[in-house]
């Protein structure tokens, strides 16, 4: 009898874990997969191995190089981490479509991805836009994040942290 009771118990728990897994696959994609995009976007550009024009500015100081991109996946990191679809963020984007562009936008504080804005045309990307802000009693920062296939991607970055000069980062890459 204890037997039958342990195998029931088992099973029981061994089926919860499988719907677990279901409904968490189900609720992945709710928004836009921006990391599932860019896992794309660094499998391909791996292929392709462009050149990319890279400029760096810190509070307007330039320095550009040409460059071969070695490792794609770090390269585009920043933008792969933006990915909204969080478990703890379902729900908490508003979604407006705007001719062929969505915008996911959230106003929760506790959110630093505060935009999301892809215009494509099915399946096809043409240009990304995020908007990220970090706020606590020490820190605040606001990035900006512009990607365009094959084309462009930019980052700026404002930084602000108590007692410092604030700092303004861009770090632009131009394929080629």
Known sequence: MIKKIYILIFIVSL???IQEKDSKT?????????QGYFEKEVARLQKLNPTLGKTVSVNGVN???KVKVADWKKELAIFANA???KASWQGSFNI????GAVVYSS???????KKLYVVGQGAKVREIEIIIANKNILFQSNDTLYYYPDSLYLIKKQQKIRLLNEKK???SGKFK
Request: proline fraction near 3%.
């Open 15 to 17: 089926a919860s874990c």
């Open 107 to 113: 106003n929760n504080k506790k959110i630093p991805v």
């Open 169 to 171: 980062y861009t770090i």
């Open 26 to 34: 189900n609720n992945r994609n709710l928004y836009f997969d921006l």
């Open 96 to 99: 407006t479509k705007v001719g």
């Open 83 to 85: 990915d909204i679809n």
């Open 63 to 65: 320095e550009s190089k």
